[in-house]
């Protein structure tokens, strides 16, 4: 069972374009995490979000977390070639004492076409 | 670099062999975990130590899987008898708090013929 749903799965758009990327969920987590992976290589953290309503920019990029802290969106401005990539969010919620454990979405895989 | 890392990068074997992989966390990082990615998914949760105590492990760790974390620094994770199913990318993370950011390790992919 895929806790995390992210939409859409893959997105093709030319350089300048703007996009967003969506992260749901029926479950609340304590907070949200967003990655982009590379082929061949691991996820790198791009942001946490942690309070319900939450907005926070990173350069072009913004991310939102849901008030009721069950989704998230992530949204790009002006889309350089070089934010190819997949698009991960990831879910932590506590489990068995002290462990916050990450959910991950399937991700949304994005192109942007020069 | 002081990042996670991850030994080896690649991995070719035959259905049936033993194969290891390590991840070597970032420096005091007393939280470790292990995940398994296929293509088109989302990384899936294995396991995770905290120190050296392997704490909690996912139903998908068979029990052809074994992880360690002998000295409570580097890990191990050893598959025998691999499958064609075992094929995938086996990431590693590590954080140095219960609620702090995981940082992933590079991977490590597995092909099993």
């Known amino acids: 069972t895929q806790l995390l749903e992210q939409s859409p799965q893959f997105l093709s758009i030319q350089e300048g374009e703007n996009l967003t990327v969506y992260c749901n969920s029926s479950?609340?987590?304590?907070?949200l995490q967003w990655y982009r992976q590379e082929p061949g290589e691991g996820p790198v953290l791009l942001v946490t979000?942690?309070?319900?309503?939450e907005v926070k920019k990173l350069k072009r990029l913004t991310f939102q977390f849901g008030d009721a802290r069950k989704d998230s969106s992530l949204h790009i401005t002006a889309a350089q070639t070089g934010d190819t990539g997949l698009y991960l969010c990831?879910?932590?919620?506590?489990?068995?004492?002290?462990?916050?454990?990450?959910?991950f979405g399937k991700g949304t895989l994005l192109t942007v076409n020069p | 670099d002081t990042g996670v890392s991850q030994n080896p990068r690649h991995k070719i074997t035959k259905r049936g062999q033993n194969v290891t992989f390590r991840c070597d966390p970032i420096?005091?990082?007393?939280?470790l975990y292990w995940y398994r990615q296929t293509l088109g998914q989302g990384p899936e949760f294995l396991t995770y130590?905290?120190?050296?105590?392997?704490?909690?492990k996912s139903r998908l760790l068979s029990d052809r899987f074994s992880a360690e974390r002998p000295k409570g620094s580097f890990s191990t994770l050893e598959i025998q008898r691999t499958e064609q199913g075992d094929s995938a990318m086996y990431l590693c993370?590590?954080?140095?708090?219960?609620?702090?950011?995981?940082?992933f390790g590079p991977g490590t992919r597995l092909t099993v013929l």
């Open positions: 990831a879910g932590a919620k506590l489990s068995g004492g002290s462990n916050y454990k990450l959910t």
């Open positions: 979000v942690v309070t319900g309503g």
């Open positions: 993370a590590s954080r140095p708090t219960e609620a702090g950011t995981q940082y």
């Open positions: 479950s609340v987590f304590s907070s």
């Open positions: 130590f905290q120190n050296e105590a392997q704490l909690e």
């Open positions: 420096s005091e990082h007393n939280r």
